[in-house]
């Protein structure tokens, strides 16, 4: 029995190099695809069992597919993909509940000091007119860009940013499984920073 679970570990960690590899060679969409099927769930229970917060648990797990992709160049056989992108996930869901740690004791501190914001503050935090307008602008131009995406990933991005639907609520509406709703919504993302980085 334990011959055959370390034959399959060996045989998966093969198949995941395979995919490493044909992404870096040349960019190839389905095994990005399938290594997001085989981790997202497994990623996402683990950053939900660290921050018991599923809004949070889905950032992290994008953050850290994200994280993975970028530095596949950095990945060796020597271990499985699984145990890498874990890794990953784990440090940047660390690193994350620091930061939130330390943002939330400075709020408990300034609170407790009797530390209000002033109006002066405030305003110099507010957007500058010519701000708002190049945000409108930014706006204005991402959804355009989002009417030209195939119909698949428009829905998301649509459901998603701009009514704000979980993907749990997506999923539902649109009659897929929440795992194809995450992958696409991770595509989509992709697919907009492309665009918008050569606008």
Not at 49 to 61: F, H, I, N, R, V
Not at 64 to 91: E, H, M
Not at 119 to 127: D, S
Request: charged share 30%.
């Amino acid at each position: 029995m334990i011959n055959a679970g370390s034959n399959d570990s060996i045989s998966k960690t093969e198949r995941d190099f395979r995919l490493v590899k044909q992404i870096l060679e040349s960019g190839n969409r389905a095994a990005y695809s399938q290594l997001m099927d085989e981790y997202f769930e497994k990623v996402y229970t683990r950053m939900l069992k660290m921050t018991s917060l599923p809004g949070d648990a889905e950032d992290l797990t994008m953050e850290a597919f994200n994280k993975a992709f970028s530095k596949l160049d950095q990945y060796t056989p020597d271990f499985a993909f699984s145990t890498w992108l874990y890794r990953i996930a784990k440090n940047n869901c660390i690193d994350y509940l620091r930061r939130n740690k330390k943002d939330n004791d400075n709020m408990v501190n300034q609170q407790e000091a009797g530390v209000g914001i002033t109006a002066h503050e405030l305003a110099n935090q507010l957007p500058s007119p010519e701000q708002l307008m190049i945000n409108r602008q930014e706006t204005h131009l991402l959804r355009e860009i989002v009417e030209t995406l195939h119909p698949k990933y428009k829905d998301i991005i649509k459901l998603y940013y701009f009514r704000e639907l979980s993907c749990e609520e997506i999923a539902t509406q649109l009659d897929l499984p929440e795992g194809t709703v995450k992958v696409r919504l991770f595509r989509a993302r992709e697919l907009l920073y492309n665009i918008m980085s050569k606008s």
